[in-house]
């Protein structure tokens, strides 16, 4: 287990470049060497806290893949596995064979899992709405069943469930700010204390978490999002709904003036755990795609909302978990939805193409060195894989 001194934000910042370099040495044919930085995973660990990123199955067959995952990460969530498009194309039958392999793979690395997501409004089986917009008197039971036969199959596996993923749609015009959605079509605002109570009975020994993007954002539909966010938690855990964490993604865009208000971020996240609810950081990366210049100058603003947006939430004790949406710029999702005008490779997360540290990987490392302890849980040793 390689240790090595913590990393200051000066040295990241003086020399994060640099140390990016100097982080790995590649050898043809052969997995890159990490030398003198000790895993994400252990400097998370160290703090009481968790480090994740979002995978599919097919790339865990990659050698390259694999042990950069396994070496760094303490925790996976399947992309796209565990909705219910994927999941159920036709109706009634079930297709859990990525999930369980990212479960299977979890297991046998001493990793933990968490679940996403159980509703959202995309990637639907395409029978669902008219389904449920037929049935109303059903919509209630076969919610009920979808996320029994989801949350029932990995009972006691899963660290924590994405109940509810993005609910929140100021644009939808509704005065609670919920996204006029096919559950809330067909059930009203009931659907997410079901779902939550659902997943409860299903699994409970998980983590419940409410999932929701734009928290960070300066504009004011991010300010609407925050308060529309916080009312509808406010309400779930008066009434005794069983929600214990907020989801806050993080899909940071530096290249757009305002996407990221640190000072509104401090007090939406405050806000949260003052009404007792954990923390988690649920879909990290930054795009560059309106970035121009240098990849170095580009890697340098995508490192440095990272620090920026991470100094933020981890402050707070209440956070438990940091994840990131992809671990390498060679399979993210931001290229194919957030094309460069260059038709460049979007370089929004901790590796490249090549498998290669960047400053975002130093900012990370970096921030979770700078971390407050979690009281009671640091040191907690990372699982070994
Ligand atoms: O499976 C089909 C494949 O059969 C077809 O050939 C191909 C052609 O385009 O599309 C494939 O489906 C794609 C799917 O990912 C699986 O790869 C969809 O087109 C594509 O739109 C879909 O993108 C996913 C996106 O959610 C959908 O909005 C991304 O992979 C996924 O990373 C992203 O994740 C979401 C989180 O779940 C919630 N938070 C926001 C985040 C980004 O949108």
Known sequence: ?????????????????????AGCISVPNRDPIIVGAAPLKERAARKGLIIGAEVSAPLLADPTFRNTLTRDFAMVVPGNALKWGPLERR???????????????????????RGHTLL??????????????????????????HIKAMAGRYRGRMHSWDVVNEAIEPKDGRGDGLRNSLFLKALGRDYLALAFEAAAKADPGARLVFNEYGCEWGWDVGRQRRYATLRLLEDLLDKGVPVHALGIQGHLDPGSDGSLDTRALGQFCDAAADLGLALQVTELDARDTSIGGSIESRD??????????????????ATEAVLTWGMTDRH???TGHFPRPDSGIVRGLPYDADYRRKPAWYALAAALDAAPPRPGRENAAPDAS
């Open 91 to 113: 109706r009634k039958v079930l297709d859990f064979h990525n999930a369980d392999a990212i479960a299977d793979f979890a297991a046998a690395h001493g990793m933990m899992m």
């Open 120 to 145: 959202w409004h995309d990637m639907n089986p395409k029978w669902l709405a008219k389904h449920l917009a037929d049935r109303r008197k059903d919509a209630a039971r076969l919610i009920r069943r």
């Open 300 to 317: 340098r603003l995508v490192a440095d909302a990272y620090a920026r947006f991470l100094d933020v939430v981890l402050a707070r004790p």
């Open 1 to 21: 287990m390689t240790t090595s001194p913590p990393l200051s934000r000066r040295t990241f910042l003086a020399g994060g470049s640099a140390l990016a370099l």
């Open 332 to 334: 993210s999702w931001l």
